[in-house]
């Protein structure tokens, strides 16, 4: 490097100090952008709330009043009252504990249970065939055009005017016994 900046004449240490005072005001144009705000300290804010809201806390059920008299000019019972205090379970500590810069949420969304599968459908013979198969993203913006058609192309095609047979009941199944109660 030496032999380039002697050939052009200190070109490169100029320009290299010019790249530094600009990244010297870039930091303290950013730092006057944000300097009301204090993101981190925010951040750390809200997940402390959002752990103090997840963890369990022990529930006091002692009920006041029962097991001693009250009202006016009795006495307050000598022996101390039995609390009936239902303890937190102990949970396994959370999985975003060491890191300061995420909140891991393991919720269980109940809205999403709703579009999982349960069961293998029809076509699909194991777990793995089906999961690549809805990986595979089927928009034309990932998939050439003719792909594209073949993969959103219906099984069944029926020419306009054609008359589709109403579904009917094989011969074997035409007479199902009906259910008949015991008779206590």
Not at 8 to 18: A, I, P, S
Not at 101 to 124: G, M, Q
Request: net charge positive; proline share 7%; aromatic share 6%.
């Amino acid at each position: 490097s030496s032999g380039i900046n002697a050939e052009y004449g200190g070109v490169l240490d100029q320009m290299e100090k010019k790249g530094e005072e600009e990244g010297e005001s870039q930091e303290a144009l950013v730092d006057m952008a944000f300097a009301n705000d204090d993101v981190v300290a925010q951040f750390a804010e809200e997940k402390a709330q959002i752990v103090d809201q997840e963890t369990e806390k022990d529930v006091d059920l002692t009920l006041p009043g029962w097991g001693s008299w009250g009202g006016a000019g009795v006495a307050p019972p000598k022996k101390p009252q039995k609390k009936f205090i239902k303890k937190a379970k102990n949970t396994e500590p959370r999985k975003d504990a060491g890191l300061s810069h995420v909140i891991i949420s393991t919720k269980k969304n109940r809205k999403l249970d709703a579009h999982l599968v349960r069961h293998l459908p029809h076509p699909y013979k194991n777990r793995s065939t089906f999961e690549r198969e809805m990986r595979q993203p089927i928009g034309p913006q990932w998939n050439s055009v003719k792909a594209f058609r073949n993969m959103i192309k219906p099984s069944e095609t029926i020419l306009d005017g054609h008359v589709i047979e109403p579904i009917s009941v094989p011969k074997g199944f035409d007479k199902v016994p009906k259910r008949t109660r015991k008779a206590r």
